[in-house]
T-cell receptor
Framework: EAGVVQSPRYKIIEKKQPVAFWCNPI?????LYWYLQNLGQGPELLIR????????DSQLPKDRFSAERLKGVDSTLKIQPAELGDSAVYLC????????????FGQGTRLTVV | GENVEQHPSTLSVQEGDSAVIKCTYS??????FPWYKQELGKRPQLIIDIRSNVGEKKDQRIAVTLNKTAKHFSLHITETQPEDSAVYFCAASINDYKLSFGAGTTVTVRA
């Protein structure tokens, strides 16, 4: 069975341009997370979905970041416009609904804003 | 919110020796404590976890201990091998599923 799939793996864009990341979670996993990982740091939660509902987006910078999970499966994370400080790895993870179960991570998308 | 501190930030051990990583957390309501291993350029992967109703858990060469009173938990790796070289992250969460991660420990096993 495939794990969490993210695309693209790498993205280089100029500042002020838009960018989008895509995530396909493990089949049957109702909970989906987007994390931001800066170099040398642990992942930081941006948003958590239970099915199609965003139940925790308190850490998402809503002036430039948006996310959606329309059918409760795949999800996209968008940044518009991108800033130099957005350069990081964006990780998607999924888990079974129910609390305190293992979160499986994707390979991440490494974003470089120049 | 939950604050997780992790020490040391880097750890170098001789092959065959033990490695210990320590984490503290701030919210006494936290009840789930996973440890993730991340090799260079790869995804974080769960290696062991512990819940607040257990004080210690072991899986082959790795073990985790939890002291709820002191609000700290530790990862122990015995008989270290070169493939144990990676970044290790501790995390803590309450029932709201939100994992708060430590800053990570870079472990290097010297042959």
């Amino acid at each position: 069975e495939a794990g969490v799939v993210q695309s693209p793996r790498y993205k280089i864009i100029e500042k002020k341009q838009p960018v989008a990341f895509w995530c396909n979670p493990i089949s049957g996993h109702n909970t989906l997370y987007w994390y931001l990982q800066n170099l040398g740091q642990g992942p930081e939660l941006l948003i958590r979905y239970e099915n199609e509902e965003a139940v925790d987006d308190s850490q998402l910078p809503k002036d430039r970041f948006s996310a959606e999970r329309l059918k409760g499966v795949d999800s996209t994370l968008k940044i518009q416009p991108a800033e130099l400080g957005d350069s990081a790895v964006y990780l998607c993870a999924s888990s079974l609904m129910g609390g305190n179960t293992e979160a499986f991570f994707g390979q991440g998308t490494r974003l470089t804003v120049v | 919110g939950e604050n997780v501190e992790q020490h040391p930030s880097t750890l170098s051990v001789q092959e065959g020796d033990s490695a210990v990583i320590k984490c503290t957390y701030s919210d006494s309501a936290s009840n789930y404590f996973p440890w993730y291993k991340q090799e260079l350029g790869k995804r974080p992967q769960l290696i062991i976890d512990i819940r607040s109703n257990v004080g210690e858990k072991k899986d082959q060469r790795i073990a985790v201990t939890l002291n709820k009173t002191a609000k700290h938990f530790s990862l122990h790796i015995t008989e270290t091998q070169p493939e144990d070289s990676a970044v290790y992250f501790c995390a803590a969460s309450i029932n709201d599923y939100k994992l708060s991660f430590g800053a990570g420990t870079t472990v290097t096993v010297r042959a």
